[in-house]
T-cell receptor
Framework: DTEVTQTPKHLVMGMTNKKSLKCEQHMGHRAMYWYKQKAKKPPELMFVYSYEKLSINESVPSRFSPECPNSSLLNLHLHALQPEDSALYLC?????????????FGSGTRLTVV | AQKVTQAQTEISVVEKEDVTLDCVYETRDTTYYLFWYKQPPSGELVFLIRRNSFDEQNEISGRYSWNFQKSTSSFNFTITASQVVDSAVYFCALGVRSEKLVFGKGTKLTVNP
Protein backbone atom coordinates (compact mmCIF):
# COMPACT_ATOMS: atom_id res chain seq x y z
CA ASP A 1 0.00 0.00 0.00
CA THR A 2 1.71 3.17 -1.20
CA GLU A 3 -1.12 5.60 -0.70
CA VAL A 4 -2.14 8.36 1.63
CA THR A 5 -5.90 8.30 2.04
CA GLN A 6 -7.82 11.40 3.04
CA THR A 7 -11.45 11.58 4.07
CA PRO A 8 -13.77 13.18 3.35
CA LYS A 9 -12.94 14.34 -0.17
CA HIS A 10 -15.31 17.27 0.11
CA LEU A 11 -16.66 19.05 3.19
CA VAL A 12 -18.99 22.00 3.60
CA MET A 13 -19.30 23.38 7.09
CA GLY A 14 -20.79 26.35 8.84
CA MET A 15 -18.75 28.73 10.92
CA THR A 16 -20.14 27.30 14.16
CA ASN A 17 -19.61 23.66 13.24
CA LYS A 18 -16.99 21.26 14.50
CA LYS A 19 -15.61 18.80 12.00
CA SER A 20 -12.53 16.65 11.52
CA LEU A 21 -10.38 15.72 8.56
CA LYS A 22 -8.77 12.33 8.53
CA CYS A 23 -5.57 11.07 6.93
CA GLU A 24 -4.30 7.49 6.91
CA GLN A 25 -1.22 5.75 5.59
CA HIS A 26 0.09 2.20 5.90
CA MET A 27 3.57 2.64 4.50
CA GLY A 28 5.26 2.61 7.89
CA HIS A 29 6.08 6.29 7.61
CA ARG A 30 6.76 8.00 10.94
CA ALA A 31 6.34 11.60 9.78
CA MET A 32 3.03 13.12 8.73
CA TYR A 33 2.12 16.58 7.52
CA TRP A 34 -0.80 18.91 6.98
CA TYR A 35 -0.66 21.46 4.17
CA LYS A 36 -3.21 24.11 3.25
CA GLN A 37 -3.66 25.15 -0.37
CA LYS A 38 -5.82 28.11 -1.34
CA ALA A 39 -7.15 28.29 -4.87
CA LYS A 40 -4.46 29.03 -7.45
CA LYS A 41 -1.78 29.16 -4.75
CA PRO A 42 0.98 26.75 -3.72
CA PRO A 43 0.61 24.45 -0.72
CA GLU A 44 1.70 25.91 2.60
CA LEU A 45 2.86 23.80 5.51
CA MET A 46 0.69 23.86 8.63
CA PHE A 47 1.90 21.07 10.92
CA VAL A 48 4.50 18.31 11.05
CA TYR A 49 4.32 15.23 13.26
CA SER A 50 7.39 13.10 13.81
CA TYR A 51 7.04 9.85 15.75
CA GLU A 52 3.50 10.93 16.69
CA LYS A 53 4.76 14.14 18.30
CA LEU A 54 4.11 17.61 16.97
CA SER A 55 7.45 18.93 15.73
CA ILE A 56 6.47 21.92 13.59
CA ASN A 57 3.52 24.29 13.97
CA GLU A 58 3.67 27.08 11.42
CA SER A 59 1.83 29.57 13.63
CA VAL A 60 -1.53 28.14 12.65
CA PRO A 61 -4.62 29.61 14.40
CA SER A 62 -5.97 27.54 17.26
CA ARG A 63 -9.22 26.88 15.40
CA PHE A 64 -7.14 24.19 13.64
CA SER A 65 -6.16 21.43 16.04
CA PRO A 66 -4.04 18.52 14.80
CA GLU A 67 -3.91 15.11 16.39
CA CYS A 68 -1.79 12.06 15.67
CA PRO A 69 -3.34 9.16 17.62
CA ASN A 70 -0.98 6.56 16.15
CA SER A 71 1.68 6.20 13.50
CA SER A 72 -0.84 5.57 10.73
CA LEU A 73 -3.41 8.24 11.45
CA LEU A 74 -3.44 12.01 11.37
CA ASN A 75 -6.48 14.13 12.13
CA LEU A 76 -7.18 17.81 11.78
CA HIS A 77 -9.96 19.05 14.04
CA LEU A 78 -11.77 22.16 12.84
CA HIS A 79 -13.79 24.54 14.98
CA ALA A 80 -15.19 28.02 14.44
CA LEU A 81 -13.63 28.37 11.02
CA GLN A 82 -13.92 31.45 8.84
CA PRO A 83 -14.85 31.59 5.15
CA GLU A 84 -11.22 32.43 4.35
CA ASP A 85 -10.26 29.00 5.66
CA SER A 86 -11.90 27.46 2.61
CA ALA A 87 -9.11 25.58 0.83
CA LEU A 88 -7.75 22.21 -0.20
CA TYR A 89 -6.19 20.51 2.82
CA LEU A 90 -3.47 18.09 1.87
CA CYS A 91 -1.96 15.41 4.03
CA UNK A 92 1.45 13.89 3.35
CA UNK A 93 3.65 11.28 4.92
CA UNK A 94 7.30 10.32 4.72
CA UNK A 95 10.04 8.43 6.42
CA UNK A 96 11.37 10.70 9.15
CA UNK A 97 13.87 12.38 6.87
CA UNK A 98 11.37 13.37 4.25
CA UNK A 99 13.79 15.59 2.41
CA UNK A 100 16.03 12.60 1.79
CA UNK A 101 13.38 9.95 1.12
CA UNK A 102 10.56 12.01 -0.35
CA UNK A 103 6.96 12.71 0.54
CA UNK A 104 3.74 11.00 -0.47
CA PHE A 105 0.70 13.25 -0.69
CA GLY A 106 -2.97 12.39 -0.47
CA SER A 107 -5.56 13.83 -2.85
CA GLY A 108 -6.82 16.25 -0.26
CA THR A 109 -10.06 17.41 1.33
CA ARG A 110 -11.75 20.36 -0.37
CA LEU A 111 -13.20 22.39 2.48
CA THR A 112 -15.79 25.10 2.04
CA VAL A 113 -16.74 27.22 5.03
CA VAL A 114 -20.10 28.98 4.70
CA ALA B 1 15.30 32.52 3.87
CA GLN B 2 14.40 30.15 1.09
CA LYS B 3 12.56 31.14 -2.04
CA VAL B 4 11.41 29.43 -5.22
CA THR B 5 10.45 31.37 -8.32
CA GLN B 6 8.46 29.90 -11.16
CA ALA B 7 8.18 32.87 -13.48
CA GLN B 8 5.81 31.18 -15.95
CA THR B 9 2.30 31.37 -14.57
CA GLU B 10 0.63 29.62 -17.48
CA ILE B 11 1.88 27.87 -20.59
CA SER B 12 -0.22 26.57 -23.43
CA VAL B 13 1.18 24.24 -26.09
CA VAL B 14 -0.10 21.95 -28.79
CA GLU B 15 0.32 18.22 -28.38
CA LYS B 16 3.76 16.87 -29.38
CA GLU B 17 5.48 20.17 -28.72
CA ASP B 18 8.37 20.23 -26.26
CA VAL B 19 7.93 22.50 -23.25
CA THR B 20 10.30 23.67 -20.52
CA LEU B 21 9.15 24.79 -17.11
CA ASP B 22 11.56 27.09 -15.31
CA CYS B 23 12.46 27.03 -11.62
CA VAL B 24 14.90 29.35 -9.88
CA TYR B 25 15.66 28.91 -6.20
CA GLU B 26 17.36 30.91 -3.47
CA THR B 27 19.01 29.57 -0.33
CA ARG B 28 22.17 30.20 1.64
CA ASP B 29 22.37 26.60 2.77
CA THR B 30 24.89 24.39 1.04
CA THR B 31 22.77 21.29 1.60
CA TYR B 32 19.31 21.45 0.12
CA TYR B 33 16.79 19.40 -1.81
CA LEU B 34 14.77 20.29 -4.86
CA PHE B 35 11.55 18.66 -5.94
CA TRP B 36 9.09 18.77 -8.80
CA TYR B 37 5.46 17.83 -8.24
CA LYS B 38 2.54 17.56 -10.67
CA GLN B 39 -0.94 18.52 -9.51
CA PRO B 40 -3.77 17.44 -11.82
CA PRO B 41 -7.28 18.86 -11.34
CA SER B 42 -8.09 16.00 -8.93
CA GLY B 43 -5.80 17.68 -6.40
CA GLU B 44 -3.18 15.21 -5.32
CA LEU B 45 0.46 16.17 -5.59
CA VAL B 46 2.28 13.61 -7.68
CA PHE B 47 5.99 13.30 -7.02
CA LEU B 48 8.17 13.59 -10.12
CA ILE B 49 11.76 14.01 -8.97
CA ARG B 50 14.01 14.88 -6.03
CA ARG B 51 17.56 16.21 -6.26
CA ASN B 52 20.02 17.10 -3.55
CA SER B 53 22.50 19.92 -3.83
CA PHE B 54 25.45 17.58 -4.25
CA ASP B 55 24.05 15.83 -7.27
CA GLU B 56 24.10 18.04 -10.34
CA GLN B 57 23.59 15.20 -12.73
CA ASN B 58 20.78 15.83 -15.17
CA GLU B 59 18.10 13.18 -15.33
CA ILE B 60 15.86 11.76 -17.99
CA SER B 61 12.81 9.66 -17.28
CA GLY B 62 10.87 8.80 -20.39
CA ARG B 63 9.56 12.05 -21.86
CA TYR B 64 10.63 14.01 -18.77
CA SER B 65 14.06 15.52 -18.20
CA TRP B 66 15.52 17.83 -15.60
CA ASN B 67 18.42 20.27 -15.87
CA PHE B 68 19.98 21.20 -12.52
CA GLN B 69 22.50 24.06 -12.65
CA LYS B 70 23.87 25.30 -9.34
CA SER B 71 25.74 28.12 -11.10
CA THR B 72 22.42 29.73 -12.04
CA SER B 73 20.36 28.28 -9.13
CA SER B 74 17.99 26.70 -11.57
CA PHE B 75 16.24 23.36 -11.77
CA ASN B 76 14.31 23.32 -15.02
CA PHE B 77 11.92 20.64 -16.20
CA THR B 78 11.36 19.68 -19.83
CA ILE B 79 8.56 17.58 -21.25
CA THR B 80 9.33 16.21 -24.68
CA ALA B 81 6.51 15.49 -27.11
CA SER B 82 3.85 16.74 -24.72
CA GLN B 83 0.53 14.96 -24.37
CA VAL B 84 -2.91 16.10 -23.24
CA VAL B 85 -2.45 14.04 -20.06
CA ASP B 86 0.46 16.30 -19.13
CA SER B 87 -1.98 19.14 -18.53
CA ALA B 88 -1.67 20.06 -14.85
CA VAL B 89 -0.12 22.55 -12.47
CA TYR B 90 3.56 21.84 -11.87
CA PHE B 91 5.27 22.93 -8.67
CA CYS B 92 8.95 23.24 -7.96
CA ALA B 93 9.83 23.04 -4.25
CA LEU B 94 12.88 23.56 -2.06
CA GLY B 95 13.70 21.99 1.31
CA VAL B 96 16.60 22.67 3.70
CA ARG B 97 17.34 21.16 7.13
CA SER B 98 13.80 21.12 8.53
CA GLU B 99 10.95 19.24 6.90
CA LYS B 100 9.36 22.40 5.58
CA LEU B 101 9.03 22.45 1.82
CA VAL B 102 8.82 25.86 0.20
CA PHE B 103 6.87 25.72 -3.03
CA GLY B 104 7.00 28.00 -6.02
CA LYS B 105 3.72 29.50 -7.20
CA GLY B 106 3.33 26.82 -9.82
CA THR B 107 3.06 26.77 -13.59
CA LYS B 108 -0.21 25.74 -15.17
CA LEU B 109 0.47 23.73 -18.30
CA THR B 110 -2.28 23.20 -20.83
CA VAL B 111 -1.60 20.80 -23.68
CA ASN B 112 -4.14 21.15 -26.46
CA PRO B 113 -4.94 18.35 -28.87
Amino acid sequence: DTEVTQTPKHLVMGMTNKKSLKCEQHMGHRAMYWYKQKAKKPPELMFVYSYEKLSINESVPSRFSPECPNSSLLNLHLHALQPEDSALYLCASSQVKGLVYGYTFGSGTRLTVV
Amino acid sequence: AQKVTQAQTEISVVEKEDVTLDCVYETRDTTYYLFWYKQPPSGELVFLIRRNSFDEQNEISGRYSWNFQKSTSSFNFTITASQVVDSAVYFCALGVRSEKLVFGKGTKLTVNP
